[in-house]
């Protein structure tokens, strides 16, 4: 089982940068594929990206792509989202999820979750 924390969210500036992070505990992270996902109010829960560590595989959400960057520290067990240039559109709760088995871009896939850091973007 695994236990996943976000952290790093805040209140930033339209065109500014966050640097997310989901610190793993129980068990290492590179035995899962993991994701980020984010909510905004009313709307439904959407894939910002995901990545099986093991074949390095990494898919990006549309919207993300060429601002958003996923990487890790392995020794630190904790994964992070590199989020620049960033649009009031960003704006929603950010989870970090992680599940058994091949990569997938379906939330409901994802087995563990952590409990969510707001990023608000202003314009």
């Known amino acids: 089982q695994v236990q996943l924390v976000e952290s790093g969210g805040g209140l930033v500036q339209s065109g500014g940068s966050l640097r997310l992070s989901c610190a793993a505990s129980g068990r290492s992270f590179s035995l899962y594929v993991m994701g980020w996902f984010r909510q905004a109010p009313g709307k439904e829960r959407e894939t910002v990206v995901t990545?099986?560590?093991?074949?390095?595989?990494?898919y990006y959400g549309d919207s993300v792509k060429g601002r958003f960057s996923i990487s890790r520290d392995n020794a630190k067990n904790t994964m992070y989202l590199q989020m620049n240039r960033l649009e009031p559109e960003d704006t929603a709760v950010y989870y970090c999820?992680?599940?058994?088995?091949?990569?997938?871009?379906?939330?409901?896939?994802?087995?563990?979750w952590g409990q969510g850091t707001q990023v608000t973007v202003s314009s």
């Open positions: 990545t099986n560590w093991i074949s390095g595989t990494t």
């Open positions: 999820a992680a599940r058994r088995g091949a990569i997938s871009s379906l939330p409901r896939e994802y087995d563990h």
